[in-house]
């Protein structure tokens, strides 16, 4: 499902403010609990929820899946951060949370420029 380049900026916006604002990091009413990245989001179509109701190709996130992972369970959390190839699922997978959430943030900062970049190039 295609989304025009300004709500693709505008929903990864919101992902960096998710993030710096501290909505990854456990919540006082539960602390043992970490959210996922992505998947605990208010931008997830999914959010709150225990069972999926939407499918995750209605994502916006969907248009950086690598087709290969697309019908995985999360397919979010295989988009490539960085250049090493990184992706949520290995940094998880790692257990550095500071790490991942700096990944995670870089990516969407040098996403968001790029798209605005192409935005004012008329492309």
Aim: hydrophobic content about 35%; some cysteine.
């Amino acid at each position: 499902m295609p989304f025009d380049r300004q709500e693709l900026i505008d929903k990864l916006k919101l992902e960096i403010e998710v993030i710096e604002k501290g909505g990854y990091y456990p919540s006082v009413r539960q602390p043992r609990q970490l959210p996922r990245i992505f998947r605990d989001s208010v931008s997830c179509l999914n959010v709150g929820l225990e069972v999926k109701r939407e499918p995750c190709l209605h994502c916006f996130l969907m248009e950086f899946v690598p087709p290969e992972h697309r019908d995985k369970e999360e397919p979010c959390h295989y988009i490539p951060l960085n250049e090493q190839g990184d992706t949520v699922a290995s940094l998880s997978a790692a257990g550095d949370r500071d790490r991942l959430q700096d990944a995670v943030l870089q990516w969407l900062k040098t996403t968001v420029a790029r798209l605005e970049a192409e935005a004012a190039a008329g492309g």
